[in-house]
């Protein structure tokens, strides 16, 4: 089966870093792009990132564009999402995802594969 397993969350303080993990397994994990997203209380799921098969093509929102990096190592099944110069505003749940849609486009209406996510607080 799927399996999408996030690590990394945490609490920390404004203007800090977090490294997100999701090992991936129950898939060909080198032939899908992938995808990070995260959700906040009264908020949208936001899609953030995508990257593509083979790690040449990525795709920030504008919320994190600057800030975030997604990357993976298909060698360890693994994409990791590193968060830089992390505000109040990134505090959500954040998952990962198989095989996103480009840009995220139709987020509200897509229905893959999440892991059971990872909690991000930020405190200011």
């Known amino acids: 089966e799927v399996q999408l397993v996030e690590s990394g969350g945490g609490v920390v303080q404004a203007g800090r870093s977090l490294r997100l993990s999701c090992k991936a397994s129950g898939f060909s994990f080198e032939r899908y792009g992938m995808g990070w997203s995260r959700q906040a209380p009264e908020k949208e799921r936001e899609g953030i990132a995508c990257?593509?098969?083979?790690?040449?093509?990525?795709w920030y929102a504008d919320s994190v564009k600057g800030r975030f990096t997604i990357s993976r190592d298909d060698a360890k099944n693994t994409v990791y999402l590193q968060m830089n110069s992390l505000e109040p505003e990134d505090t959500a749940i954040y998952y990962c995802?198989?095989?996103?849609?480009?840009?995220?486009?139709?987020?509200?209406?897509?229905?893959?594969?999440w892991g059971q996510g990872t909690q991000v607080t930020v405190s200011s």
């Open positions: 990257i593509s098969t083979n790690g040449g093509e990525t």
């Open positions: 995802a198989a095989d996103p849609p480009p840009k995220w486009a139709g987020i509200i209406y897509w229905q893959g594969y």
